[in-house]
């Protein structure tokens, strides 16, 4: 019905002058209103259906007239865009799309390029140096305190060093500092950055070594502070540890080091005692003065000297502070170490230099290492009392001649006793050297009877310190001290 009526209206639709388009018969809007068409009866569609378009027109072209009153801008400047679309954007736009489809073959070339170039299963320089700065990115913090390593190891050792040994914290910490960079040493051998960290780590570490050595010198060290010490020095410098070899001394060259550093401060301890040492010398100065003038005048009963108070003063506190001092060395050297004397005997080592006609104060020909000359000598426990034997008697040899009256003589030569049965109680006794004491200080004396005044004096003062020793022995088990005189003086000492 509608396609009908669309014929039969067709001929009356505006000509093709009109700006309006034709409808079609598929027109959804024509097709609805033909429908509608068809449903109304003539009678309607002569009356109404005339009266209804003329309103609905005139309601349109209200609408219209409104809308052009109140957006009149907009449209005439959507419709000179529209204008210039036409004639500038659109040809613009269709020469800017020519030149992308020309360029994009160029474009998709030069992404395989650097796809192929930069791909992750090949090797470039480029994106190694990348990786290499993203990683030092993600491990900046971790960078930094190892950087930090070496700064944090020095203050650690100043400030161990500036408190001393009682610092256990410090140095605890300085060692484990010390043990985490040896640690990512091993781990990263050919890291420049871990070599550099070592390289200044050691530096540091031999400042540390320096220190402890420095606190071995301390006057008055006592048993922990040389133990705690020595312990450090094991972990610092394990170089000087001892051998394993079975052939030589256990303590390695620690002991030896302990020994000189402390054999070190005796000797500055006792040179403290140089203002009496020169009032001594200026005795023995007149002394041998005296002796040579009363030779060249033919006297009998020697020399006229009668001094010795300056002598006897030194020799006296010579003698308390190297009792004091051996004894603690000696003490400390075996609770640190042990009294083990494993080892090639001082014949053995004594070898090379008779063989080579050497003297004992000559080197032998080359530069042997510390460890082979510590793993070929005997303990140096066994070797230093003897050193500090012969330190005491060459002062004693020097000076007790200068000592005249008899009772002060006796006083240090049972002082020295004293300071030999110290000594004995760790296995140095050298009290039988006094015999050579005497006489190797008689030979200074003119005359015989000077000779056997000395061998006298030093007969009476072991008589006198067995007796005080018997005495001592017998209140020690609870003995009466009359049967301990009885018993101390039955002692009989030839001459």
């Given at each position: ?10 001929p ?27 449903t ?10 005339p009266q ?13 007239q ?23 954007t ?5 020469h ?9 073959p ?16 090949t ?6 140096r ?35 040994t ?7 910490s ?8 040896k ?71 620690l002991g ?19 203002p ?101 000598s ?25 000592v005249?009256?008899?009772t002060?003589?006796e006083?240090?030569?049972?002082q ?32 015989e ?11 009476e003062?072991?008589?006198?310190h ?13 003995v009466?001290?009359g ?13």
């Open positions: 019905m509608t396609d009908a009526l669309y014929e039969l209206l067709a009356y639709f505006d000509p093709p002058p009109s700006p309006r388009p034709l409808p079609t018969s598929s027109d959804p809007v024509a097709s609805k209103y033909l429908s509608r068409l068809s109304l009866s003539l009678s309607s569609l002569i009356t109404q259906e209804s378009l003329a309103q609905l027109a005139h309601s349109t072209l209200l609408s219209i409104s809308l052009s009153s109140r957006s009149h801008t907009a449209i005439v400047a959507a419709a000179d865009h529209f204008s210039t679309l036409e004639k500038e659109l040809p613009l736009l269709a800017e799309a020519d030149q992308l489809q020309i360029h994009i160029k474009l998709d070339q030069s992404a395989a390029t650097f796809s192929t170039t930069y791909s992750r299963s090797e470039n320089a480029v994106l190694d990348r990786k290499k700065a993203l990683l030092m990115e993600r491990n900046a913090d971790r960078l930094s305190d190892i950087l930090d390593l070496p700064t944090l190891l020095s203050s650690a050792i100043s400030s161990s060093a500036g408190q001393g009682s610092n256990v914290t410090n140095y605890a300085a060692l484990n500092l010390y043990s985490h960079i640690r990512l040493h091993l781990l990263y051998p050919e890291s420049p950055l871990i070599l550099s960290i070592y390289a200044q780590t050691e530096s540091a570490m031999r400042d540390l070594t320096s220190h402890l050595i420095t606190s071995l010198r301390q006057p008055n060290i006592k048993l922990a502070a040389g133990m705690r010490t020595i312990g450090w020095l094991r972990r610092v410098a394990p170089e000087l540890e001892a051998t394993s070899n079975g052939k030589g001394n256990q303590e390695g060259l030896y080091l302990f020994l000189v550093c402390r054999l070190s401060t005796l000797v500055n301890t006792l040179s403290a005692l140089e009496l040492r020169q009032l001594a010398d200026q005795e023995s100065e007149t002394r041998l003065r005296n002796a040579s003038v009363s030779t060249r005048a033919g006297q009998i009963n020697g020399s006229t000297y009668r001094g010795g108070q300056q002598s006897e003063r030194y020799l006296k506190k010579y003698i308390e502070v190297f009792r004091d001092q051996s004894f603690s060395i000696i003490s400390v050297y075996k609770s640190i170490f042990g009294s083990t004397t494993d080892g090639p005997s001082a014949e053995e080592v004594q070898l090379p230099f008779r063989s080579s006609n050497l003297q004992s104060g000559q080197r032998l020909s080359g530069n042997r290492p510390a460890r082979e000359i510590a793993a070929t005997p303990s140096a426990l066994s070797t230093f009392p003897s050193h500090l034997t012969d330190l005491l008697f060459n002062t004693l040899n020097e000076y007790l001649p200068n005249q009256d008899k002060s003589k006083s240090l030569l049972t020295v006793l004293y300071c030999a049965g110290s000594l004995g109680r760790l296995g140095g006794d050298f009290s039988l050297m006094l015999t050579m004491l005497s006489s190797a200080g008689s030979h200074l004396n003119d005359s009877e000077d000779e056997n005044a000395a061998d006298g004096d030093w007969v003062v072991m008589k006198k067995r007796e005080l020793a018997g005495r001592l022995e017998a209140l020690a088990s609870g009466g001290v049967k301990g005189a009885d018993r101390g003086g039955s002692v009989r000492i030839k001459s």
